[in-house]
């Protein structure tokens, strides 16, 4: 288990204690958790921003869409999310319709974006208590889970500190916790480690394992880091302009390309490098 940082070798211990005596309880063995079924996007500005995608996640899965800048990965996962309004096609998380049932799946999911909005003049344990109550915790337990996973963020010093201060990445990870406070069934993660240096990027990879491990989160994320896809992945979408262009576990990707890397994989499959693409 890589610690957050070098002082902090109990890492473990604070999601223990973050979980409680409950493992694994999120875990249905029903199928999918995620059904997604030609699934598109047009934007009123006329960009066909999703072209009909169909994919299935499995419960306790990390499932991670990968694609260059533009391919279509923010608005699918912003539409699973119930963020973005589908123009075609259905989705349902946890059996309930993104569109029809959107209230009762928001309260099952955690959603961490990639721009984040904080309120410059709260501070983090502020934010992160009140996503706690408005998910229906006691102040208590709001207040306790809040320490508990700044702490495991890196940003345990920062607590008190308003978010006005924080640096880019530490927003960006005080939203990944506020994401987690309510320990949802499903979490959405757009660009997780989008401008986190490699120690606080390997960090959230830590994090995000032992969550799945431990509590059986099914943990969905977009992103364009090939060594991302690859370590933290179960399986994983490559997209290109809104389309599938191939899944399945990074391994099954790398040996029908024949490939040593997924980055050789993703050159197969797409006929172009991510990086030049992006
Ligand atoms: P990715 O996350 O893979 O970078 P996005 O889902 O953000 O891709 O964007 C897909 C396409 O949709 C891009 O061409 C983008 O410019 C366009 N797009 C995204 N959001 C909007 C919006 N709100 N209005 C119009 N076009 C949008």
Known sequence: MTSFDGERPDHE??????????????RSDHGDVIVVEALSKR???GTE????????????E???ILGPNGAGKSTTIGMLGTLVLPSGGRASVAGLDVVAQRREVRRRIGFAMQEVGVDDLATGRELLVLHGRLHGLSRREAARRAALLLELVGLGEHAAARMGDYS???????????????LPQVVFLDEPTEGLDPRA?????A????????LGMTIVLTTHYMEEADRLCDRIAIVERGRIVVSGTPQELK????????????????????????
Not at 54 to 60: A, E, L
Not at 168 to 182: E, N, P, Q
Not at 201 to 205: D, F, L, N, T
Request: net charge positive; no cysteine; aromatic share 8%.
């Open 168 to 182: 880019g990445g530490m927003k960006r990870r005080v939203d990944l916790a506020s994401a987690l406070i309510h």
């Open 255 to 278: 040996r029908a390309a024949r490939a040593v890397t997924l980055e050789d994989a993703y050159l197969h499959s797409t006929g172009q490098a991510l990086e030049v693409a992006a």
């Open 201 to 205: 990027r390997a960090a959230i990879w």
């Open 13 to 26: 211990a604070l999601l223990r204690e973050l979980v409680g005596s409950e493992p694994r309880r999120l």
């Open 207 to 214: 994090a995000l394992a032992w969550l799945r491990e431990a």
């Open 62 to 64: 990390v499932f991670g």
């Open 49 to 60: 921003a999703v072209r009909g995608v169909s994919f299935g996640v499995r419960s306790g």
């Open 43 to 45: 934007y009123p500005n």
